[in-house]
Every structure is written in C-alpha cells, then in structure tokens.
C-alpha cells in the first residue's frame, strides 16, 4: 500500500514525530511510505501552488492518509494550520474525500486530546475515513510496551485499509447561521481608571461583525482601550521548534523581527486583553496560531498571571466544545482569569451589546479586585504535567522554565507534605486493627471528615 505521511512539524525530518514514522516504516517495510512536509514547506506551498497540488496529488494517489504532527500549544503548528486552511481555500478537498486516515502525535500529553479533537473534525469535514489516533509519549519509543502498542495501532490502521472498514464520522459539519451584528445607539461605558486594556484581533475588511464587536467593546472602555492588529505586527514566521528559547526565553527571532517586542511591551503589560477573531474551519485563524505559537518564547512559564482575558469571536463558536475547552484551558495554564467569551450568534443585536457591556463591566471590577477564579482541572492538571516534566525529562533544555519553577513553588510534590505522609502513616497502621477500622468505616469517618471545617467555621 502506499501511506502518504503529512508531517505538520517545522522540523520536518528532523522531528520527534518523524521518528516514530521511521519505526513504522521499518517494520512495514512491504508498505511504501511517501512523507510530505507540509509545515516546514508551508511558504513554498502558499507561494507556488503548483507544489500543493502536488501534495494533494500524492494524497489522491494513496491507498490512506497519516496526520502526523507534534503538538503546539494545544492544537497543530500554525504552518499545518495554513496547510489545512489551503485546502479549503484552493478547493482540494476532493483528493482527500473517502481517504482511510489516521492520526498520530507526541507530545508530553499536554492537552494533547484537544490536538486530536480538532484533527479528527477536520478529517471528517474533508469526508476521511479516521481509523484510529495514537497519542505518544515523547520517549514512549524507547519503551518496548510502547513500541509493540505503536505496532498494534498500525496494524490496525493497514487492516482498516484492506478491508475497506466503515469508519463513524464523530463531529458534525459546522453550519454558519449568524446575522448582521448592528451596535445599539445607545451604550453605557466604563472608566478603565489607571488599568491598560489591549485588544489584539487580525481583523480583516470584511469581516464587518468582527470589526463592529471591537470598536463596540473599544466603546465600553471609554475608549480606553488598545487595538493592535497582528497584520500590522512584524511577524516574519512560525514558531522554528528550535528550542532556544528553553535556556533564557531568548527566541531565535529576536532582533529579526516585531514579536518579541510587542508581546513584552503590549501583552505582558497589560491588566486586561481581549482576543478577536474569526472562525476558520475548527479554530481561529493560523495567524492567530502563529500569535500563540511565537509566545512560546515564554516556555512554560505562566506569563499573563493575574489578567483578566476575554475573547471576541465571529462565527459558529458554540458548535465547538473543542474550541471552547481551549480557550478556558489556555486561561487557566497563564494562571488567568476568563472575563468572558462574547460570539455574534445572537440573531438580536441587543443581546450582542448586553454581553459586550457585562465583559467590559466585570473586567474592569475583576482587575482592580484582582480576582482569579480556582483553576478546573484543566489548570491544575495542566500544570502537574508540567510540574512533573520540568523536574524530570525536560528539565533539560528547559533550564529557564527549571529556575521559574523552583523560585515560584511550582515543584509542590505531595512528597515534600511530611505531615500529611505520617498522618498516612498513623492511620494506615490504625485501619489494619479489625476494631478501629469498623469504628472508622462504621461512620465515625463521615463526622470526622467534616469536624476541621466545623471548628474553621466556628472561628470564622
């Protein structure tokens, strides 16, 4: 069979991900595996469409489809962002409907389900058939389990093919039903006082909702706000996966271009940030991508601690949970606060400016309370992974992220509660006397478990 590898790392060969298709290739050596670097080429194939449809070519050509990618910040590099978006935009779709696909990532697990989520929509809006995804560890290849599990998935997937499997399409197509959002004549404003408000958008001329909900949400600051668009930020490219950054957060950009300056001047010095932008396929757009992808520089370091972020979004942002969960988990990972999500899904535009008001209102009131909800999982599980992966595998070459970690008591392992482990201990020992035990179990446990919070209360 003939397997057409789209490699979404900037790396191209040279990647982590690469390497795990190089362990498929080499026990399947009966199968011929065409790789197509699609992320790392990504200016050549916007520049020349001559060598896209090339692409799209070998991929009309192949008995099935791997999505193979490393993670960037929750979801794909923004270079196969691009590639996907030129799918759409050069009408290639056709090459790629009905194709047996699969999906396969490393990452350290970091939100990598929200990665495969978005991927798996995209394939079933391009009409694939998904036989499966497969989410490896970083250093999974040096595991023997590991390496027979990545087998096993494989095998599958080449089964699939031959056998001409049915494959259950997951996500449903998304159907864009907004209306024309016309601002009230009529809008109450708020005094930022001493705070900075930034709104960063890439807003273009027709997107006429987008436009109009920020020079809305301008109004509600008392035109207090700041509005930058990254068509006017001087980005010359993607994230390079060069890790340079890991040693001091110095990019390999630095001096090369506008990104570096402007996010440490504009973003990190702001106390409230607004995010606009438009639905493109299943996200926003990959110059949004490339936004995230580039504060990278910041390794993993929670750099917008304490703000107050909100996002403004054109399209049909409610159809996608996906999207939503990215949203509140990038919140929670910078240790922020989301103010709110405001769409143009309102087919009245009162509700729109209702919304926009209450935003900028509780930004504003959140700011100057300093106020932070508690992280959900997704921040307190997020920051274990990376927690974990600092101190051990990755401390190197993230030596920056190492010093931030250990000077900010990020490094919280249960370990280090020694109160908490002889208490453990006491009771562990306690609990193995048939006597106690039933006493403890028999509901004294219950009475007990809340006898700390009563004598808190009591205080209070």
């Known amino acids: 069979m003939k397997i057409v590898v789209l490699n979404g790392s900037p790396k191209g060969d040279n990647s982590v991900t690469m390497q795990y298709v190089a362990f498929i290739k080499k026990k399947y050596s009966q199968h011929e595996f065409v790789i197509c670097n699609v992320a790392q080429g990504i200016r050549k194939l916007e520049s020349d469409n001559q060598v896209f449809e090339e692409i799209t070519e070998k991929v009309r050509a192949a008995d099935g489809v791997v999505w193979a990618f490393p993670l960037y910040v929750f979801l794909v590099h923004s270079g196969y962002k691009r590639f996907i978006e030129l799918i759409t935009e050069r009408a290639a779709q056709e090459a790629f409907a009905g194709k047996p696909a699969a999906i396969l990532t490393t990452s350290i697990h970091f939100f990598d389900h929200t990665a495969h989520n978005y991927l798996h929509g995209i394939c079933d809006d391009l009409d694939m058939k998904v036989y499966g995804s497969y989410s490896a560890g970083m250093h999974d290849i040096f595991k023997e389990d590991a390496r027979g599990s990545l087998l096993e998935f494989s095998e599958t997937f080449f089964a699939a093919i031959e056998g001409r499997l049915p494959a259950a399409k997951v996500y449903p197509p998304i159907l864009n039903q907004g209306s024309e959002y016309v601002p009230g004549s009529q809008q109450r404003k708020f005094d930022a006082g001493g705070l900075k408000v930034v709104i960063v958008t890439d807003a273009e001329e027709y997107q006429i909702n987008l436009k109009r909900m920020i020079e809305s949400m301008t109004a509600r600051f008392s035109g207090q706000a700041e509005v930058f668009n990254l068509h006017n930020v001087d980005i010359k490219g993607g994230c390079l996966g060069c890790i340079k950054c890991g040693y001091d957060?110095?990019?390999?950009?630095?001096?090369?271009?506008?990104?570096?300056?402007?996010?440490?001047?504009?973003?990190?010095?702001?106390?409230?940030?607004?995010?606009?932008?438009?639905?493109?396929?299943?996200?926003?757009?990959?110059?949004?991508?490339?936004?995230?992808?580039?504060?990278?520089?910041?390794?993993?370091?929670?750099?917008?601690?304490?703000?107050?972020?909100?996002?403004?979004?054109s399209g049909p942002f409610r159809q996608l949970p996906n999207l939503r969960q990215i949203f509140e988990g990038y919140t929670e990972w910078q240790e922020a606060n989301l103010a709110g999500i405001v769409t143009d899904e309102y087919s009245e535009s009162k509700?729109?400016?209702?919304?926009?008001?209450?935003?900028?209102?509780?930004?504003?009131?959140?700011?100057?309370?300093?106020?932070?909800?508690?992280?959900?999982f997704l921040g307190v599980g997020g920051r274990k992974i990376f927690r974990d992966e600092i101190w051990g595998q990755i401390r190197f070459p993230f030596a920056a992220d190492h010093k931030y970690y250990k000077d900010n008591g990020v490094y919280d392992f249960p370990q280090r509660d020694y109160t908490t482990r002889l208490r453990n201990i006491l009771f562990g020992l306690l609990i193995k006397v048939p006597a106690v035990r039933d006493k403890l179990y028999g509901g004294l446990m219950i009475t007990k478990m809340v006898e700390p919070y009563k004598k808190l209360l009591a205080k209070l």
């Open 249 to 313: 957060n110095t990019c390999a950009y630095s001096g090369k271009d506008g990104f570096i300056d402007f996010y440490n001047s504009r973003i990190k010095n702001a106390d409230i940030i607004i995010f606009a932008g438009a639905i493109c396929d299943r996200y926003l757009s990959s110059l949004w991508k490339t936004f995230f992808d580039r504060a990278f520089f910041n390794t993993h370091m929670p750099m917008l601690k304490g703000k107050q972020i909100g996002f403004l979004i």
């Open 351 to 376: 509700e729109i400016d209702g919304l926009l008001e209450e935003m900028a209102r509780q930004s504003i009131e959140f700011a100057k309370r300093r106020y932070i909800k508690p992280a959900t």
